[in-house]
């Protein structure tokens, strides 16, 4: 339960994707993947500020039988269940990949992760299933929406 508490969570996404910019762009020197996971950042960040407010506004519990022992980290309305704040960031992710990374499997697999954490989500008792299927819709339609409104087609710093 720990460990999809903490995998596909923007707490852990975001700082991710900022290191990985850092790192292919002033060490590797790779400045079109650095753009990407610079989008990848951007786009997260824009999901946390969608998703916050539509967990406010409709403030569905989780579930009765959601454990609250690793849950010290919510805040906010984080402490609600719709929609999934890990689907629409693993949703959002791997649209990222099936745009970005030229290798099918690679892709295919990428959904596969998204599938595997979002559901695990259900089994854990965090979610309900029309949480996970709201979180994959937004984190689907959000990089569409990212892509029109925000798009950087290079690192500017």
Same mark, same amino acid.
């Given at each position: 339960?720990? %460990?999809?508490?903490?995998?596909?969570?923007?707490? #852990?996404?975001?700082?991710?994707?900022?290191?990985?910019?850092?790192?292919?762009?002033?060490?590797?020197?790779? &400045? =079109?993947?650095? #753009? =990407?996971?610079?989008?990848?950042?951007?786009?997260?960040? !824009?999901?946390?500020? !969608?998703?916050?407010? =539509?967990?406010?506004? /409709?403030?569905?519990?989780?579930?009765?039988?959601?454990?609250?022992?690793? !849950?010290?980290? #919510? &805040?906010?309305?984080?402490?609600? %269940?719709?929609?999934?704040? &890990?689907? /629409?960031?693993?949703?959002?992710?791997?649209?990222?990949?099936?745009?970005?990374?030229?290798?099918?499997?690679?892709? =295919? %697999?990428?959904?596969?992760?998204?599938?595997?954490?979002?559901?695990?989500?259900?089994?854990?008792?965090? &979610?309900?299933?029309?949480?996970?299927?709201?979180? !994959?819709?937004?984190?689907?339609?959000?990089?569409?929406?990212?892509?029109?409104?925000?798009?950087?087609?290079?690192?500017?710093?």
């Amino acid at each position: 339960v720990v %460990s999809t508490q903490s995998t596909g969570s923007s707490a #852990t996404t975001i700082p991710m994707a900022i290191l990985l910019t850092i790192y292919l762009k002033f060490v590797l020197y790779d &400045h =079109i993947t650095a #753009t =990407i996971f610079f989008n990848i950042a951007l786009a997260q960040i !824009m999901n946390v500020a !969608m998703v916050g407010p =539509i967990k406010a506004v /409709v403030k569905r519990k989780r579930p009765d039988y959601s454990p609250n022992d690793d !849950m010290y980290l #919510t &805040h906010g309305p984080d402490v609600y %269940s719709f929609p999934s704040g &890990h689907a /629409v960031q693993m949703t959002l992710l791997a649209k990222f990949a099936l745009r970005f990374i030229g290798n099918r499997v690679l892709s =295919i %697999s990428t959904f596969g992760l998204c599938f595997v954490i979002t559901f695990l989500r259900v089994f854990t008792g965090r &979610h309900f299933l029309s949480d996970i299927a709201g979180g !994959m819709a937004i984190g689907w339609y959000s990089f569409d929406l990212f892509s029109m409104l925000f798009w950087q087609s290079s690192v500017w710093f």
